[in-house]
């Protein structure tokens, strides 16, 4: 099993910058691909960018290319989407994920563990 804890979303203006975490527990979390998709208002959910368990996997959405990183610090068992010039479709809420083994995952139903989600507000 694998809890995960998203943290780091907010308010913030049009070009500005957040950076989210997503905080895993268990002890193999280095084995794990990771992925953040997203969620706006009366959308469907939707990927963003994902990070293969090897850690030098990583593919982003068209949308955000570009603009977000993903990486992950496996000591801290925390995996970071640094999102800069933040546009107002940005807004959502932001999820992270977590899949045993995978790399390149870009479908929902291809990780089994989710965090709650954090919010992200990007005013124009």
């Known amino acids: 099993q694998v809890h995960l804890v998203e943290s780091g979303g907010g308010l913030v203006q049009a070009g500005g910058s957040l950076r989210l975490s997503c905080a895993a527990s268990g002890r193999t979390f280095s084995s794990y691909a990771m992925g953040w998709f997203r969620q706006a208002p009366g959308k469907e959910r939707e990927f963003v960018a994902t990070?293969?368990?090897?850690?030098?996997?990583?593919y982003y959405a068209d949308s955000v290319k570009g603009r977000v990183t993903i990486s992950r610090d496996n000591a801290k068992n925390t995996v970071y989407l640094q999102m800069n010039n933040l546009k107002p479709e940005d807004t959502a809420v932001y999820y992270c994920?977590?899949?045993?083994?995978?790399?390149?995952?870009?479908?929902?139903?291809?990780?089994?563990?989710w965090g709650q989600g954090t919010q992200v507000t990007v005013s124009s």
């Open positions: 994920a977590a899949q045993y083994h995978g790399i390149k995952l870009v479908r929902q139903y291809e990780y089994d563990y």
């Open positions: 990070l293969g368990w090897t850690g030098v996997d990583t």
